[in-house]
Every structure is written in C-alpha cells, then in structure tokens.
C-alpha cells in the first residue's frame, strides 16, 4: 500500500494526558499537510511541512499543539495537556509541491476521544 | 480571507437520479484551484478533481461532470445517474496561491448525499 498512512487509527485518552499521532506520507510527496475535522464540518487547516520545514501555522494551532517533520520523512502531531475540546479527526494528507498545486491524497485519520 | 460555502446540507434522491451539488466560493486571489473530495462512509477522503482558475472548461468522467463559472465563482458537481455507492458526503475546497498560503486547502461545509435504492 503506498497511501498516506496513519497511527493509531483511535485513541482514547483522558483530559490532561498528552497525546502522540504520527502520518506517513506518500514517499515522493515533499508536502505534508495536518488537518482536524470535527462531527458535520468540513476539515480545518492546522498546519503544513515543506521537507522538514514547517511553513505555515494556523491559529487553530494553540501551544498545546506542536508537529514535527523529522528528516523530511513522517511527522507527527503532538496535544499536550489534552481538553475535551480536542476531540476530533485528526487527518494528514500529502502532496507534491511545486509551481502548480497538486492535488493533496488523505489518510485514513486518528480520531480522538478526549474524557 | 478564502471561504467556500455548500449551502446544500444533505440531497436524498433514489438510484438513478441526476444530483448536482452546488459550490461558492470567495477570494481575492487571482490564481486558485478548486478541488471536489468524497468522504465515503469509510472515512477516508478521496480526492476526485481539481481545476485552476484559468481553465473554466467543464468536465466529464464518466458519470461524474464539474462546471465552473468564474463569473458567479461556482463550481457545482452533477452526478448522472447516481448509485447507491454515491452516497458518501461530498466537500469542495479552494487553494489560493498567494504567500504562505500555497497549498493550503479551505473546505465548504460538505454535503451529505444518500441515494436510495
């Protein structure tokens, strides 16, 4: 399967517990994008990796909330201190970048129950 | 700022019904794309077309066909002769060009569509 991957497909934590999601993208894809998407809406944009380097934060992205893109390869998504608010998919997706936008190819997503 | 609005929140139609699934969407961007995805039961979002600014041609796969008007900034989505494996909830989503926000996708509400054998 070479699909964006992700892991763990479900995570059940209690409020205050931190939180560790990964996504594996597509391997030729430089970009790699996170999203959330809460029950009946449409996925909001958290943030985006070009390589290794995080070019863009939304400001959905509270300081609880950090993603790293080691080497260029997977990332992951770290929630520290988690809130019920915070219960949501959590989608990757990648994509090729360059002059002209491709199209990004999502994964499966980690959904997250926060008690 | 982008938005993208799906003013249809759920269409019911038997199998074999047309359905069109409508689209706006605002910015001030100049060069954009616009990107239909599927969101099957499954979960899992399926990209299923993209189309920049400049090319306001309409399109056609198989039962699927897309049309895009600048002029009203539409790009509405009719399935032809839908299936029961249509229904699924369907987004529109725009990306802008511009600064940072190159790549980033802005998704409209989605529309849940059922389709009744």
């Known amino acids: 399967d070479t699909g964006v991957s992700q892991n763990p497909r479900h995570k059940i934590t209690k409020r205050g517990q931190n939180v560790t999601f990964r996504c594996d993208p597509i391997s030729e894809h430089n970009r790699l994008y996170w999203y959330r998407q809460t029950l009946g809406q449409g996925p909001e944009f958290l943030t985006y990796?070009?390589?290794?380097?995080?070019?863009?934060k939304s400001r959905l992205l509270s300081d609880r909330f950090s993603a790293e893109r080691p080497k260029g390869s997977f990332s992951t998504l770290e929630i520290q201190r988690t809130e019920q608010g915070d219960s949501a998919m959590y989608l990757c997706?990648?994509?090729?970048?360059?002059?002209?936008?491709?199209?990004?190819?999502f994964g499966p997503g980690t959904r997250l129950t926060v008690l | 700022a982008q938005k993208v609005t799906q003013a249809q929140t759920e269409i019911s139609v038997v199998e074999k019904e047309d359905v069109t699934l409508d689209c706006v969407y605002e910015?001030?961007?100049?060069?954009?794309?616009l990107f239909w995805y599927k969101q099957p039961p499954s979960g899992e979002l399926v990209f299923l077309i993209r189309?920049?600014?400049?090319?306001?041609q309409n399109e056609i796969s198989g039962r699927y066909s897309w049309n895009f008007q600048k002029s009203t900034s539409s790009f509405n989505f009719t399935i032809t002769a839908s299936q029961v494996v249509d229904s699924a909830v369907y987004f529109c989503a725009l990306s802008e060009l511009s600064g940072t926000s190159y790549g980033k996708l802005t998704f409209g509400q989605g529309t849940i569509l059922t389709v009744h054998p």
């Open positions: 910015t001030r961007d100049t060069t954009y794309y």
């Open positions: 189309r920049n600014s400049f090319d306001e």
């Open positions: 990796f070009q390589n290794e380097a995080q070019l863009e």
């Open positions: 997706a990648s994509s090729f970048g360059g002059p002209v936008q491709e199209p990004q190819y």
